[in-house]
């Protein structure tokens, strides 16, 4: 039965998922899961189907072929329940300007159909340091208080999915550590699973329980992200993720 | 089908409102301007003419009807853009949100505005020139039904083809009502027009409308089949705007549109 305890162990399921663009192949029969409690980072170079990927989790892209589950909910078949169970924050998606953050947090709380609202957002306005700026619209913010504000509307309807598309690429080195060990805390306070792309390499060997390496919209290598560079004769995650884009083949046959 | 989400389209176009003057100010004032234009138009027309034929009902009414509609259209097309400005389309479609709910929602946001715009258009148009809707008798409430609905579905059909073809163009949407106005026959009998523009005006609720209306001032008594004909059509209409926005909507979801609407079309 989709959502019982025996099944959840799996928060995400997706496979063979694939998306072509005409001739370009964006997505090309990815598989994989996430667990209850699990931080996955989905790492690659720029376009290699990262964003595709979670757009199509998140339900705004439909994929050529593949299934994706969330808690057991079939994205297409059960897109509400799925989505209910679902939240984001992405660099590229900033809330709306020209509403303030309680104004959008409000709205948001609704569209989740988040109980006690009021409540709801007034601990994640304290506990994303949002107080001062509450009233303020969104649009006059700095990139890292917006940051903030789509981090606080992803934690509102306490998702058990949770996308975080470079979730810290515009916060100072300070608050970006702060925002990791919030992140870190709520994935295992709530067990909820986190699918996580980033750049920062060194971020994901210190946040993500597992890695995925995406190039040419293929599932290149997966592992612990603290293990995988010596299991590839590398020294760091970084020089992985440099191989990944610049020799691609070489790593996929190692 | 969930209230609190519909609620939710709703209120942000009420906080939007509430925080700009930019925003408040034209839902009444444009159309305030054009009671006062053909107020004047029609007091002077009843002044030149020796008959005993009132102009105000005729005229006055007949635009103060075409304001209702053009506002009923608008407020559906102007709480979609809220979100095409914003760029606001990968945050609510990745929420339990359903195409019905942000589509009623819409026509929520449209009702909660156009109301604002009628109660001025009514106060000016009867406390300074003298129109009573009485005079259409309680014959106003159905056909004042019709003209909403094919607001609403030209509402939702606009706001699919913006949809379909990115925020530049909005400029296809604002004329709409323009382009419609003629073969409506707001301002005379659909008579006047030439076969061909008759042959149109019989597929557009809005003639069926002003004929009705007109037929009810001139003492010519109700015409029921206008009505049947206008409601039916109307209804059509809303149900076709919505099955196209659907389609539009699938379409953007296949083709990525929706994540990244910004870039207006991935052709």
Not at chain 1, 75 to 102: D, H, K, Q, W
Not at chain 2, 18 to 33: E, K, M, N, Q, Y
Not at chain 2, 118 to 123: D, K, T
Not at chain 2, 166 to 182: D, H, Q, T, Y
Request: glycine share 8%.
């Amino acid at each position: 039965m989709p959502g019982s305890i025996d099944i959840m162990h799996n928060i995400l399921s997706v496979k063979t998922l694939r998306k072509t663009y005409g001739d370009l192949t964006a997505v090309d029969g990815v598989s994989f899961d996430i667990k209850r409690g699990e931080i996955v980072g989905l790492l690659g170079p720029n376009g290699a189907g990262k964003t595709t990927t979670i757009n199509m989790i998140l339900g705004v892209l439909k994929p050529d072929t593949g299934t994706i589950e969330i808690e057991g909910f079939n994205l297409f078949s059960r897109r509400c329940e799925a989505m209910a169970r679902t939240n984001f924050a992405a660099v590229y998606a900033p809330l709306p300007g020209n509403l303030t953050i309680l104004e959008n947090l409000n709205i948001f709380g609704l569209l989740y159909e988040v109980d006690n609202i009021p409540e709801k957002v007034d601990k994640l306005i304290r506990q994303f340091d949002l107080g001062p700026f509450k009233n303020k619209k969104c649009g006059v913010l700095s990139s890292g208080e917006q940051t903030r504000v789509s981090l606080a509307k992803a934690m509102l309807n306490n998702p058990h999915l949770l996308l975080l598309d470079e979730p810290t690429a515009s916060l100072d080195p300070a608050t970006a550590r702060e925002i990791r060990v919030r992140i870190r805390e709520f994935a295992t306070q709530s067990t909820s699973g986190i699918l996580w792309t980033s750049h920062n390499m060194y971020e994901v060997e210190e946040v993500c329980d597992r890695v995925l390496f995406l190039s040419h919209g293929k599932i290149l290598l997966e592992g612990n992200p603290k293990t995988l560079p010596a299991e590839h004769g590398k020294k760091t995650l970084e020089e992985i993720f440099i191989a990944v884009a610049r020799e691609p083949l070489t790593l996929g046959a190692s | 089908m969930s209230f609190k989400r519909t609620f939710a389209i709703l209120l942000r176009q009420l906080y939007l409102i509430r925080g700009s003057f930019s925003r408040v100010f034209p839902l009444f004032a444009w159309i305030g301007v054009d009671m006062i234009l053909w107020g004047f138009l029609t007091k002077y027309l009843n002044a030149i003419t020796s008959t005993a034929f009132n102009f105000v009902p005729v005229l006055l009414g007949a635009v103060l009807l075409w304001d209702f509609f053009i506002r009923i259209m608008q407020g559906v097309t102007m709480a979609f853009f809220e979100d095409v400005w914003s760029r606001n389309f990968l945050n609510i479609f990745s929420t339990p949100l359903t195409i019905r709910e942000y589509v009623l929602g819409l026509v929520l946001s449209s009702i909660t505005t156009s109301i604002v715009g009628v109660a001025v258009m009514v106060l000016i148009a009867t406390i300074f020139f003298k129109l009573s809707l009485l005079v259409y008798g309680i014959m106003i409430i159905p056909f004042l039904i019709v003209l909403f609905l094919f607001g609403i579905a030209l509402g939702i059909f606009g706001s699919a083809l913006v949809l379909r073809f990115g925020p530049a163009s909005e400029w296809f949407i604002w004329p709409i009502p323009a382009l419609i106005s003629p073969f409506a026959g707001v301002l005379y009998p659909v008579a006047t027009l030439p076969g061909w523009m008759q042959f149109i005006s019989h597929f557009l609720p809005p003639s069926y409308v002003f004929e009705g209306l007109r037929a009810i001032v001139a003492g010519k008594g109700v015409h029921i089949s206008y009505l049947v004909w206008g409601g039916c059509l109307a209804v059509g209409y809303i149900l076709l705007s919505y099955m196209f926005f659907i389609g539009i909507y699938r379409h953007a979801l296949s083709t990525g549109l929706i994540a990244r609407y910004s870039a207006e079309t991935l052709a």
